[in-house]
């Protein structure tokens, strides 16, 4: 071989070596599935504000509520510094709808999975997003969520990767009620012998703004205090092209009250709900309830030389708190350009029968169907009741009322603190041949606990919620339950009292939706199911504010010692000290 073949032969290895590496470092560069980190700083602060109109202190996240939108895509890392400014409050974020799949010391209840934050001290949330949706994150420390200190994640699927329906645009927007008594007032008085109930609330927010009519105000209030003609609380806006479909992600946070959203003039096209496709179904309002979030489909195909209303109102109460305004902006007209007409009424306050239509209507969506266990390990059935104890009003299940311990139950069962809390296991159901949930009940026998629910890690739970009569004649409320940790099988929804015999022949095993909060409608029963799969202590409780601090929740515990070296971070509290390194 000559001296040339041999360096053309060498060349040609070189050349098909380097087209080798090039396409190696061609596949590595590819960014399908790349998971990034999003890292996001916040400071809490209160500060004067007039969402409605009226002024008081709300707590802020870096000068706004609500707070900042959390974008991601499906198994991104979040990464949230969160440094306390409130000068004298503790705090805790809690990440609604995000499973904590193995950080369970992040879901951020006090109490339950960490100790607060306290003032001047930051701490970091850091967790994977592991599902695409809508999700939220809001305060879980006492009833500190109706302070302002709340807002949305949005969770996109990977690159190139698409949803089973299309639209143009994506809004999402959160829907409140809004309380100009503090939050400190509202505790003192449910707290209190005679019991002070917090009322209903004077305003309906729609993305953080609303309208308090200043002038109809008893006593009279100063325009420094109360000013209609405030920008800041000017009605949200939110601008749409003509023709175009709009997927709008709506989400409730409210303390207290249940809702009905409408678009004048448009129909919604239910297609997501907790982070889950849904069958799609056609409405004219859409019932919403604390802590639900939904993804609706709209066209723009009304008449584009106007602008029309979207509005809330509150079912499932007899509210006197005005309906929530907002403009649905048909571009080029202005922003701030009153809709022609008389914003739309909501359907009536105590009209349930559309309500539980519309629960039962709500099944996942062909091709994404998750079938549930066809049989559950265990029952618990929740009776939901209002009681009073030691004199004292409060919300139970099955007659028990649910106190949080100063030492969270994560750590204490971690580190075998179990002297911190009640070591006697709560009631797995109520009476259920003798109570009657109809008339008011002689409920002067209920207890407060902070025992939990020991369940086995891998199990299937059945959770029978069931509604009954509260102290007051003729009056059943909506609760809606919201679960940590987990989503859930919704397997039915009944009127009346549940029939454990019967109506587990009639459970939805073939497409049922999964959700992580669902309503229990007045004088009804919510049949759910769920795997005991995610290693930690997760809470279960109504989404109304003064209803879990007034006791309506339990905890559940699976598989603790499957649990991880639980951070210093979340210690410091309780019998927790101790464990601290100095």
């Known amino acids: 071989m000559s001296g040339y073949q041999l360096s053309e032969s060498k060349s040609i290895a070189m050349m098909k070596l380097l087209a080798l590496c090039f396409f190696a470092i061609s596949l590595i560069s590819i960014p399908i599935a790349e998971a990034r980190i999003r890292h996001y700083k916040w400071e809490l602060k209160y500060e004067y504000k007039s969402p ?65 934050i306290l003032p001047g001290d930051t701490f970091v949330y850091k967790f994977v997003v592991d599902r695409p949706g809508t999700y939220l994150y809001h305060a879980h420390y006492g009833m500190q969520r109706e302070s302002g200190l709340y807002g949305s994640i949005r969770v996109a699927l990977p690159d190139g990767e698409s949803e089973p329906f ?93 809702l009905s959203f409408q ?23 859409l019932f919403i309830y604390s802590g639900e979030t939904y993804s609706v489909l709209v066209k723009t195909d009304q008449d584009p030389s106007r602008n029309y209303w979207a509005t809330t109102n509150v079912v499932s109460r007899n509210a006197t708190t005005p309906p929530g305004l907002a403009i649905f902006n048909y571009y080029p007209n202005h922003p701030r350009r009153s809709p022609p007409t008389i914003p739309p009424s909501g359907p009536m306050w105590n009209d349930i029968e559309p309500r539980f239509n519309q629960s039962v ?25 209002q009681n009073r104890v030691n004199g004292n009003v409060r919300w139970s299940v099955n007659n028990v009322s649910l106190n949080i311990p100063h030492t969270p139950y994560l750590i204490a069962l971690k580190e075998n603190l179990l002297r911190t809390f009640s070591q006697t296991p709560p009631p797995e159901g109520y009476d259920f041949k003798n109570y009657d949930i109809f008339p008011v009940q002689n409920n002067t ?24 009569n509260t102290m007051n004649p003729n009056n059943s409320e909506t609760h809606p339950w919201h679960l940590h940790g987990h989503d859930f099988w919704i397997l039915g929804y009944g009127k009346g009292k549940f029939d454990p015999i019967n109506d587990p022949k009639k459970y939805n095993l073939v497409d049922p939706i ?13 049949a759910l199911r769920f795997k005991a799969d995610n290693p930690g202590v997760w809470a279960f409780h109504c989404h109304i ?16 010692e499957r649990v991880g070296k639980l951070p210093s971070s979340i210690m410091g509290c309780g019998q927790t000290k101790h464990l601290l390194k100095p």
Request: glycine share 8%; hydrophobic share 35%.
């Open 514 to 526: 999964m959700k992580n909060t669902v309503p229990v409608h007045p004088f009804g029963w919510t």
């Open 166 to 258: 299309a639209y143009d645009y994506d809004r999402s927007i959160i829907l409140n009620d809004w309380f100009h008594k503090s939050t400190y007032e509202q505790a003192a008085g449910l707290s209190s012998i005679p019991f002070q109930w917090v009322g209903e609330p004077q305003s309906l927010l729609i993305q953080g703004k609303g309208r308090f009519d200043c002038s109809a105000a008893n006593p009279p209030m100063k325009a420094d205090v109360c000013n209609n003609t405030n920008p800041e609380c000017s009605l949200y806006s939110t601008t749409v092209v003509p023709g175009k479909t709009y997927r709008l992600r709506i989400s409730s946070l409210t303390a207290l009250s249940a």
């Open 263 to 285: 678009i004048e003039g448009h129909n919604m096209t239910v297609v997501e709900a907790d982070g889950h496709y849904v069958e799609p179904f056609v409405v004219k309002n």
């Open 445 to 468: 026998n209920g207890t407060t606990s902070d025992a939990i629910y020991r369940l086995q890690l891998n199990s299937t739970v059945d959770i029978i919620l069931q509604n009954a």
């Open 52 to 116: 409605d109109c009226y002024k008081k202190l709300v707590i802020t996240i870096n000068g706004r509520t609500p707070g900042p939108t959390i974008l991601a895509q499906q198994n991104d890392t979040v990464i949230v510094e969160v440094k306390n400014s409130l000068l004298t409050e503790n705090t805790a974020i809690h990440w609604h709808g995000i499973r904590q799949i193995g950080t369970p010391w992040f879901d951020g209840t006090e109490g339950v999975t960490q100790c607060p």
């Open 545 to 560: 504010e003064s209803h879990f601090f007034l006791g309506m929740g339990v905890v559940f515990e699976e598989g603790i």
């Open 361 to 385: 209507a709500i099944k996942a969506r062909r091709g994404h169907i998750y079938p549930p266990p066809a049989t559950s390990d265990r029952v618990i059935v929740l009776l939901n009741t």
